[in-house]
Every structure is written in structure tokens, then in C-alpha cells.
């Protein structure tokens, strides 16, 4: 009997952990309502969009949004520069539509990061690989990468 109720204790505590997972990703989400929704934030604060296409199931896309949330200094480049979406793979949806009108990206594996500008249009495609470091991500990297690709970085009038 105290077999099945540790059993039973296990099993539960299983459950509870994966339900208090933060879910990043919204496999039922309108990505096309909610990009064009992003593009308008975007341009009326004179920012980029940034998404981050991956999935819950991405050890990598969850690793990523724990570094940047953790880093004060990429959090605040984040926040200044971008409106962040998190664009969702799965096997409950691939999200084929999306991901084609934005280059397939899908093919550089996940995390991959797409930059859209005010139009909409996407400027730039990040393949995550690039930004890892050991178990993590690469602050330099990171900073480098998010940095380049700001409105302003990119105004051609400011050259």
C-alpha cells in the first residue's frame, strides 16, 4: 500500500511540475492576427518586431527566454528595441502558413529568431546555433546580435 501511494505522490508531483511549466508558446494562437498586431505596436513606437519561433517542447527556446529575462542588460535592450512574439512549432502546429511567408525558417532548427521592421517585413533571420555558449547563450553574442538589428541600427538616414 505505501508502494502505490508514493507511486500515486510521484506521479502527481509530475503533473503539478509540468503545469506550473511557463507555456511561452501558443500552439492555437492566429500567428497572422497576432503578427500584424505586433507590426502596429511595433511602428507606432518606433521599434522592431522580434520573434522567436521554437516551441514548448524546445529545451533551447525556454533556456533563451530564462537568459534574457535574467540578463538586466539584454532585458533592457529587449524592451527599449523590440516587441517580442514567441511563434509556435509543434506537432500540434506547424504553423506552415506563418513560416513560409517569413523564409521557412523553421529550416535552421529552433530556436530561430525572425527581426520584422514597421512594414512587417522581415529584415533579418537569426539562427539561434549562433548565439549558444556551452549550456547556455553567449552575452556578447546575444547583445551583438539584438543590438544590430534595432530601428535605429538600421536607419539608413543615420549613415
Known amino acids: 500500500m505505501k508502494k502505490i501511494i508514493l507511486l500515486?505522490?510521484?506521479?502527481?508531483?509530475?503533473?503539478?511540475?509540468?503545469?506550473q511549466t511557463k507555456q511561452l508558446y501558443d500552439p492555437a494562437a492566429d500567428t497572422e492576427k497576432d503578427i500584424a498586431y505586433m507590426?502596429?505596436?511595433?511602428?507606432?513606437?518606433?521599434?522592431?518586431?522580434?520573434?522567436?519561433?521554437?516551441?514548448?517542447?524546445?529545451?533551447?527556446?525556454?533556456?533563451?527566454?530564462?537568459?534574457?529575462?535574467?540578463?538586466?542588460a539584454i532585458n533592457a535592450i529587449i524592451k527599449k528595441?523590440?516587441?517580442?512574439?514567441?511563434?509556435?512549432?509543434?506537432?500540434?502546429?506547424?504553423?506552415?502558413?506563418?513560416f513560409a511567408k517569413y523564409g521557412f525558417a523553421q529550416r535552421f532548427g529552433f530556436?530561430?529568431?525572425?527581426?520584422?521592421?514597421?512594414?512587417g517585413e522581415r529584415i533579418h533571420t537569426q539562427n539561434?546555433?549562433?548565439l549558444e555558449d556551452g549550456k547556455s547563450y553567449s552575452t556578447a553574442r546575444v547583445k551583438a546580435f539584438l543590438e544590430m538589428w534595432t530601428a535605429r541600427a538600421v536607419d539608413a538616414a543615420l549613415y
Open 8 to 19: 500515486a505522490a510521484i506521479v502527481m508531483a509530475g503533473y503539478m511540475a509540468k503545469a
Open 39 to 72: 507590426v502596429m505596436v511595433a511602428k507606432s513606437q518606433n521599434k522592431h518586431v522580434l520573434i522567436q519561433a521554437g516551441g514548448n517542447w524546445c529545451v533551447w527556446c525556454l533556456r533563451f527566454e530564462d537568459f534574457v529575462t535574467k540578463d538586466s
Open 81 to 98: 528595441n523590440y516587441i517580442v512574439y514567441h511563434l509556435n512549432w509543434s506537432k500540434e502546429n506547424e504553423n506552415k502558413k506563418t
Open 111 to 119: 530556436p530561430v529568431f525572425l527581426i520584422l521592421n514597421g512594414k
Open 128 to 130: 539561434g546555433e549562433y
